[in-house]
Each structure stands twice: as C-alpha cells, then as structure tokens.
C-alpha cells in the first residue's frame, strides 16, 4: 500500500472544525490561492492530507495575527517563490508600510502584524482570541519579547486613543486583564523538581489601594520563566495579608509594585520593613519616584532590574 493510501485524510468539514473556520472559508481559500484538498480518498473523492492540514493552520495563524489573506495564503504555500512561511518571529519584526493598524480605532504606524492582529482581537473584545495570541507568542519567543514588543506597544496605543478621544477604556481594560491571566498561568505552572522545600519563594505584591499591576504580573512571570518560585498576591494588598503571606511562606525576597504615588506608600514601604523576616525587599514602579523609603529596602528602575536582583 503506498504512503499516500495510508496517510490520514480528512473531508472539508473535518478540516473546516479543526480550524474554527466556515467549509465555505476553506472553498474560497482553494479557489483563490490554491490551498485545497491534494489527497485522493475513497472513491477517489479529493480529501485534505497531513500537508494540506498543517499549510492550513499556518494560513489561518497567519491571517488572524493581522496579515493580508493574499500574503498569508503565499506564505502558507511556501512562499510562492523560495519564501519560507512566516514563523513567529519573524511576523513579530515584519512592520507594515502603512500608517494605519488595529482596525479603523488603534494606530499603530509601522506595526508588525502580529500587534494590529492583537490590536483587532482587543478592539472586538474577543478575549479568547486575546489569550490565544499571546499564549502562542510567549511559547514561541517567551516573556520579555513578547511585552516589549508586541503586548506593550498595542497598550500604549489603546491610551493614546483614550487619551485623544476618551474611547476604548474597555480595550485596556479587557486586554490588561486577559494579559494577567494568561501570565499567572505561567507563574502556576510547576517547575521541575518543585516542591516546598526545594526553595524559598519570592513574594511579590502591590501597595494597598493600587490596581495597576500588569507589570507586576509581567515581573512574576519572568521570574517562573527563568525557574526562580514565586507567589504572586496582585493588586492592593493590604498589609497584613503580605505580613500573614511571610510568616507562611518564609520568601527569600519580596517585591512591592507602586503604579500610583502618594504618603500611603512610604507607611507601606516602612511596615514591609518591619516583616520582612529577613528576606531582601525590593520595590519597583513609579509610585516609588518621590517616597521616603526606610533603611533595608532596594528601589529598582525598570523590570530588568528587578529581574536580576530577585533572580539572584
């Protein structure tokens, strides 16, 4: 029996739900650009191959992280040309000519596809597909590549459209939020070998009355990342849930986040201090800018900072 006979194949429909896309979809997709079933099955009725699945999926990844189906559909079949298909990371750095992106709402000028592709899920409010996106960039090219150059940026066009337009506080909201949850997930992931005793914590907080915390959950995720354990508490975290947290989990460090300033944080910053249990203290964020911080207690500039100091 040849290789072809014995190769799965697969109908329209099947292929059309492994996609999440209409069978209708996929008819266009052949007709236009050659992307169709070149496997024989029973009766010699043509159905999809192993090949014809996997330049399909390339294909739809393409398409829904924002590029034109013209040049997704060249990239899928292999470049038409000698082109290799796009791999993440090279569709993170492709930057469009245009000056447009995200849609008719967000722009980002001179964005790589994958950033209008976020900022167009973000925009419909399709926090599925949000979580999607970023789950397979973080698996392909991990965490800091994945915030600096494609969550950050689509951010900082969502305030910039608030700012000028006081529109789409929703977008931010819902896109910080799918952000969280996607990197706590990676923060809850089990390392090898992990166990409570194999290695004290770093604990990692934000100043009580404080809910801007993306970065934070950027920090903790970094930290998972790299193998160093972590306890992430979140937004506002009074302080005797952080003193009750150090009892328990004796950390070996402890960072605070400040979006916010204000004379609640050096009160914070003063009792941190007194229950610590020994642990290296360390705060971060621009709410820390103009505070009075006590003896024993490390201020760090950017994320990378923080990075290396609670990962050593």
Request: charged share 20%.
């Amino acid at each position: 029996m040849s290789s072809e006979a014995e190769a799965p194949v697969y109908t329209a429909s099947a292929v059309a739900a492994r996609l999440g896309v209409a069978v209708e979809t996929l008819r266009t997709w052949d007709r236009r650009y050659g992307l169709g079933p070149g496997t024989r099955g029973p009766g010699g009725r043509r159905r999809y191959g192993e090949q014809d699945l996997a330049r399909l999926l390339v294909m739809r990844r393409l398409v829904t992280s924002g590029m034109p189906t013209s040049e997704a559909a060249r990239r899928a079949a292999g470049g038409g040309g000698g082109v290799p298909p796009l791999g993440v990371e090279d569709v993170l750095h492709e930057g469009r000519r245009s000056r447009g992106g995200g849609g008719r709402v967000l722009a980002i000028p001179r964005g790589s596809t994958l950033q209008h592709g976020l900022a167009r899920a973000a925009t419909a409010l399709d926090v599925d597909e949000v979580e999607r996106q970023l789950e397979e960039v973080i698996a392909e090219v991990g965490v800091a590549q994945t915030w600096d150059e494609l969550l950050r940026p689509v951010l900082v066009a969502v305030g910039e459209r608030w700012a000028s337009t006081g529109e789409g506080v929703e977008v931010e909201h819902l896109l910080s939020q799918a952000a969280m949850d996607v990197l706590r997930r990676l923060t809850e992931r089990p390392a090898p070998d992990d166990s409570p005793s194999a290695s004290r914590p770093v604990l990692l907080a934000s100043v009580d009355g404080d809910a801007h915390v993306l970065p934070l959950y950027v920090l903790a995720a970094l930290l998972a990342e790299g193998g160093t354990r972590v306890r992430l508490l979140g937004a506002s975290t009074p302080l005797s849930a952080l003193r009750a947290s150090a009892q328990r989990l004796r950390p070996s460090a402890i960072f605070l986040w400040a979006q916010l300033s204000g004379p609640m944080n050096n009160e914070f910053a003063a009792g941190a201090v007194e229950i610590r249990s020994g642990a290296t203290l360390v705060v971060g964020g621009p709410g820390w800018a103009d505070a009075t911080l006590p003896e024993g207690l490390t201020h760090v500039a950017s994320l990378d900072d923080a990075l290396d100091r609670l990962a050593a």
